[in-house]
Structures are given as C-alpha cells and as structure tokens.
C-alpha cells in the first residue's frame, strides 16, 4: 500500500533514468475511472511542468516514480476541472463519510499497486482520517520512513473506503465535471442528513441542498435548525425553493417563508402553486407562537354520522401520509368540529360503527389565537397527540401535531 | 392532503349547543392584559424585528473583546494606571482601533465562509503549519488559563477565603457551566459576565478621580522615552490582542450561524465589543490612577494587590467591587479559554469537537477541555509551582504565535476565491497591514524583553 504523503514531493525519472521532475499533483479522472490515478504532474521548477498518463508508469515506490518513455514524450500541463487532484481536492479538505455519516477531514490517501503488462497503475483504496495518516503527514521527510512506518502502525487507523467517500464540491460545473452525485446522501435518514449538512459551510450546504432531489431535500431541511432552512432556501432559486417548499407541510413552510426578507418570500410564494402558496399565506397570517403559527393545514376530517368502515376505505383511497396520521377529526352537519377519534380506535370498531361513538372525551380544540404555552399545557393535561385548532364559527382550520410541540418545547 | 371527505352528506339541523372549546387554564384577569401586551407587540413589531436582527448577531464579537480584559489584563492595567496615571490612556484608542481592525477581519472571514479559522488555515496552508499553530496555542492558553486561577485566588484571598477552596470550586464551576450548559444558555451566561465588568465603572467613580485630566490624557497623546514607560505600552497592547481571541471569535460566528447578509450586524457586534473592552480598560487604569499614582503607592505586583491598595485609598467598597471585576473576568476567561483551545484544536487536527457532542463521540475533545482546567488550577494550588516561569512563557509563546496568525489572517482574507467580493480593500489593506506590522514589532520587543529581564515585565508576576 502507497500513501499520497509518500508520493506527493517525490522525485520522477524517465525510461533512461533521467530526472524529469518532482511530483506535485496526484490526479483522478473519475469520469473516466473512478479510483484510477489517471495522471501524475511532474513540476520542473520554474519550466513549464509536465503530465505523465497512468500508462506510462513503469515503477513506482514511496518517494518515486520511474516512468517507461522519454522526457520529451511527455505532455505539458494544460488544468482541467475534471481531474481530482489530491493535493487540491482531497488532502485536509472535508469529506462525508456516507456509511458513518459523519464530516470527516482527510488526513491521507491511502492507494494499491495494480500491475498491467508492464506499467503500474495506483488505485485509491481509502482516505485517512486518523492518527495514523496525522502523524505521516506531520513526520514524513523529517523522520526516517522506517521510523515512521513503526509508529504509525502502533497507532490506531480509522480509514473510509474509498466508495463511502462522498466529495463535496461548491461549484455545481465542477460537480458534473467530476461525476460527483449525491445518491448515497439522498438514501441517507433526513435527520443524518441534516447533522451532516449542520457541520457544513453556507456554501457547501447549499451545494448539496441544490443537488438532492426536492423531496429528500425537503425532510432533511425539515429536521435542520430554522434559521439555517431559512438561510438556504433564501439562497436558492425562487423556482427550486418554492419546489422544496411544496414538499413541506404547510406550517414548516410556512415558518420558513416567515424568517425570509419580504421580496425572497414574495417571490417564492407567486412560484408555488396557487392552493398551497394560500394555504401558506393562510398560516403566515398567525403570530409565530400562537396555535396558529403552530398548525398544519394538512389534517384529515371527516362527517361524523360516517361509519367506521367508509372512513377506512375513504382514508385508503386518498394519498394520506400514514407514518404520522393518529387522529380523524370529525365535523357535524354544519361542519363544525364536534370530536376527534384516535387512528387505533378504528381498529377495534365495527365496520358499521359510527364515528361519533368513538370520539375522545373531552371535546377539546383552542382558537388560533391562543398561546404557545396554552397549547402545551393541554397537551400535556390530556396526553395528546393532535389537536384541533377552529375559527370563530367553530369550523376546524388546522391541527397541531405533538411533534411540533417538541420541537417548539426543545427551542425554548 | 387538506381534504373534506364527507361520506354522509346531510343537511340536518342541529341543535346540540356549541362545544366547550377553549379549556380556561389561565385566570381570567390574565386575558386583558394579555390583548394589551400582544396589541403593543403588534405594534412595535418592525422595531423590534430590527432589534432582533441586530441581538441574533450579537455575542461573539462582544464576549471576545471582554475576555481580553482577563485576569492578566486587568493586572496590566492597574500597573499601568498605578505606575503612570493617566499618562498612558492616549494609548487606548489606537488600540481600539487594532483591536477592531483585527477582528473586523476575523468576523468578516467567520461569516463569508462559514468556516473557522483553524479550518481554512489547514485547508489552505496544509497539515504541518496547522499542526504548529495549535501546539503554540495550546502552550499559551495554558499560561493564560493557570493566569485566570491565579487571579481566581488573588481575588477570593481578599474576601478572606483561602486559594484552597476557590480554586477548586472555580474550576468545577466553570467545568460543569460548559458541559451541562446548551451553546444558548452559555451564551447568555458569558453577555452577563460582559455587564458585571460595570463593576470598574463603580469602582472608578469611588475612586473620585479628575474626569477631565484623564479626558485630556485620552485624547492627547504624551510620550516619555523612558524604558519602563515604552515597556509598559508594549505590554498593554501585548495583552490586548491576542491570537486566540482570533480562533474563539470566528468560531463564534461560525457556531452561531451568521451569513454574509447578517456582516453588517456581526461588524456593530464587534465595533462595539471593542469599543466597550476599551471603555472597561479606561475605568481601570483612571481607577488606579486617581488613588495608587496620586498617593505614591507606584509599585504593584498584580490586580489582586491593586484591589487591597484601593481599601484605605478610596473606601471598602470600591476595594470590593475592584476585586469583584476580577473574580468575574477571571472566571470568565477561565472557561472560555479551554473552551476555545480545545475547540481550535480539534477542528484544526479533524477530531470530533463541539459541547453539543457527548463523551464518547468526542473524547479528545473534552479531554482537552478538562485537562486544561485541572492543569491550571493544579498549578496554583502547588505551593512551589513555577507560576512566574509559566507566565513569562505563555507571553513569549503569544509574541511569537501572535505574528504568524496575523500573516496567515491577512493572506487568507485577501483571497478572492475564499472571500468573494468580501475581500479587503486597499485602504483595508494598508491599515490591516500596518495594524500587523505595529502589533508583531512591539509583540516581538515584549518577547525580548521578557526574556532578558523576566522580573521587569508588566504582568508576569501573577
């Protein structure tokens, strides 16, 4: 096994043995290969430096390179943004770890001998981000490499394979130019995703925000800290922050458009579709720390003289997100609230009962008007999980859900 | 899924009466009340949200400035009135302007990139000059940290409470604050710390000093050429910038969030941080000044002496006060100062760091953390500990650490790719430069000085 500190400052000769040059870049095409080492530049001081191909490598070794074709034959270095170059791009710079989902710093590069008729091909194993490649890093050319060898295989090594190591590259030409996707972070649980994103820089986490598809972005933006959801989606494109935005539930939308300057928020709102930037609008219109800032619009309701078993059939039919659906509140003819019914009495119910004989005792709902700390007092007093918010007339306009309550709980 | 699904639709009237719908928790006195306050609250709203705007920044740029006036500082600073009066308050506002200059860059960098300062000097300088960095830091924060002990005990011995049992519960005290506490509530802790320091305030009107001498001082520079004197600025200005308040204020935005939008509001944090540091600073040196240097007491060995030297010159109560304003600047700085090492050290070598981390997750971390804090409060309570040997090395580990992360802000911060259109200007550039070359020149003069005559120099005695 070869390390980049190993490699990077050594000394390259040609077929004859000449000196060429000393190795200042390590690069990967991953367009090409993914973990090839596709070309080795070669700084010849103040002359113009050189590339060498991975294909005419003949030997290499820590601290040199032996290459099987003359000097002359070898390229000038023209930069290209395909090319990864471990020195730039990869060394002390961040990287997600996608299978311990973490932001690691890169201390090393570790890389395997390949032998291919003739020539010597160097692919990248894993990153170093122990000890291990800390102290190679800080010892290398003032201790003998014995001495460092011995040491550092004391220490502990904590490595990433190479397939785990996502980039993280700002610039989204870049990005397509180095085939960087993010597909292993959107299969990432959004609350992972949303630590990582925490450890990021503004520019880094808008760059990974802008390429994740709008859903997985959206619940990751959901589990982030408000003010930085609100710090990103001002960022972005109207268009591409009101398709995020739309994939939220109304009142974290509507929370985020509430942090954002006047203009952004204009702007994004007459991006969104016209029901759901009104039901957005509908919800910005409440104090923050009100029942109504803390309301969903998205609540299912149904009559309550319906059986049990239509209501079942109802709910199937339509697109309800089941993981968090626990309570149907009920209307009576005059569509007001009259009740709500815990999803886990249905099981238990007739297929005829009716959904009033199911209904929790008391009947409780608070106007929208009413404080944040109200609302948690009633949910604590009744061991709730939602609870109905209704206009003046009786009419339900929302409901709040105990994960809200948490979350609003936790950032007091 | 905002569906009405009404399986049954009927159109009979009904007459059950409206549901109880509000549950009345709160008495009924409360309610009118409540429609006023939230009434004015409505009304106020644009006001507030700017002042708002303007508390969501502030914090980093304020704390750091104070914490400069640490348990040293103040020492520095009660020599410097006791020994020339007001002579050396011209001094002030230049260091005002350095102090701004200097971290105006750091709180600049914090917020265009997001990133601390130890991370972009590894990612752009590399492993080694990192590595070095943080060693240095780490030696002299721990000088600074066993000087905050030292002032702990100074302080408490003249509430006659013995260095044995401050000292120990300071530092417990100060290690349970940061790892139970939340970022948040820390935050909040360290602003309050930042208004005790009205303490020398207090103290210095005791004092009953002449406010207008000491405004002429201020504004009128007076030069003597003796060495003592020149030492003494060297040492003020030593004192008053130093590089880890670099590392702990870019952290600071970085921690808190603040974009680039928000510069605006993060430079006001740090103007007035560095104007309010220098306003503690004024009070201290008028305050020792009025009563020390008037009366001929010109010789003091640091700010505990000078607060039991205040007792029979200006009353009991501005002797207390005095010693007060050091307890708080010595605990303050006590737990900021590991906090800020172990931080820079572990985001600088990739380690896991951050309070919001438990134990486990970040060990190097909060070893770091509590070795610095038991070390330091260790070294106090050994009778024979070399304490005077620790200070002069922890100031000659600043003067040389010092230039090196002044060379490396200005290189960082002129970075177009870095910093964008946030890059400095030329005029930036020149008083940024300046400010640099002024500081390193009388840093590096303090370090010679310091290590030719040790007893000589001004706060290294403890």
Known sequence: MLHATDLLGGEAYDRDGHFVGQITELFVEPADQTNRVARVLLGRGKYLPLVARYDSVAFVAPGVIRLNIEEKDLEHYQPNEGWLGMRKDLLDQQIIDTSGRKVVRVNDIDMAEQRINGTVELRVTQVDVGLTGAARRLLHGVASPGVVRGLTTKLPTRVIPWEFVNLIEPDPLRRVKLRITHQKLERMHPADLADIMEELSPLERQSIIASLDEETAAEALAELDKRLTTQIVETLAPQKAADILEEMDPDQAADVIAGMRPESSREVLSEMPGDEAREVRELLKFEENSAGGMMNTDFVYVGESATRDEVVSWIREKDVDLERLDTVFLINGDAKFSGAVAVGRLLYAAPYDRMEGMKMEPLIAVPPDASDREVFEIFDKYNLHSLAVVDGNGRPIGAIEVDDVVTRLRNR | ?462
């Open chain 2, 1 to 462: 899924m905002a569906v009405l699904g009404k399986p049954e639709q009927e159109k009979r009237p009904v007459e059950t009466p409206a549901p109880e719908l509000r549950w009345n928790l709160i008495p009924s006195w409360v309610e009118p009340w409540r429609v006023r306050l939230s009434d004015w609250g409505r009304r106020t709203r644009s006001w507030r949200r700017r002042l708002f705007l303007f508390l969501a920044v502030v914090g980093p740029g304020v704390i750091t400035s104070n914490v400069d006036n640490d348990a040293g500082g103040i020492s520095v600073y009660s020599q410097a009135g006791a020994m020339y009066g007001y002579a050396l308050l011209w001094s002030l506002i230049p260091m005002t302007i350095a102090l701004y200059v200097t971290e105006e860059m750091c709180a600049r960098m914090g917020v265009v990139t997001g990133k601390g300062l130890s991370d972009l000097i590894r990612e752009e300088f590399g492993f080694r000059p990192t590595f070095f960095l943080i060693l240095a830091g780490l030696i002299v924060d721990m000088g600074n940290v066993c000087a905050e002990f030292a002032g702990v005990a100074a302080s408490t011995q003249l509430f006659h409470i013995s260095k044995y049992i401050s000292v120990p519960l300071a530092a417990l005290f100060v290690w349970v604050l940061v790892l139970r506490g939340t970022y948040k509530q820390v935050e909040k802790i360290f602003l309050l710390a930042c208004v005790l320091y009205l303490a020398y305030v207090v103290s210095a009107i005791l004092a009953k000093p002449e406010w207008l001498l000491a405004a002429r001082d201020t504004v009128i520079p007076t030069l003597h050429l003796d060495g003592g004197y020149l030492l003494m600025l060297t040492a003020l200005i030593g004192t008053t910038i130093a590089p880890w308040q670099f590392f702990y204020l870019q952290a600071g935005f970085v921690e808190k969030r603040v974009s680039a939008r928000q510069y605006p509001q993060a430079r006001m944090d740090v103007l007035f941080g560095s104007v309010s540091c220098m306003v503690i600073v004024f009070f201290i040196i008028v305050c020792t000044g009025a009563t020390l240097f008037v009366s001929g007491h010109h010789v003091i060995n640091d700010a505990g002496e000078a607060a039991q030297a205040l007792v029979p010159l200006a009353g009991k109560w501005a002797g207390i006060l005095f010693a007060f304003g050091l307890l708080n600047a010595s605990l303050f700085a006590a737990s900021i100062l590991p906090l800020s090492t172990a931080h820079v050290i572990c985001e600088g070598m990739g380690f896991e760091a951050g309070i919001d981390h438990k134990f486990n997750d970040a060990p190097i971390f909060y070893s770091l953390y509590t070795g610095m804090i038991a070390v330091g409060a260790a070294i106090i309570l050994i009778p024979s500990a070399p304490l005077e040997k620790i200070l002069i090395l922890s100031q000659v580990g600043n003067g040389v650490w010092l230039p090196v992360v002044l060379i490396f802000m200005l290189l960082l911060i002129n970075r177009r790719d870095l910093m964008g259109d946030y890059i400095n200007t030329k005029t930036m550039n020149v008083v940024a430069w300046v400010t640099a070359v002024a500081v390193i020149a009388l840093t590096l003069v303090l370090v010679y000085v310091t290590i030719l005559h040790p007893s000589g120099v001004p706060g290294t005695a403890g």
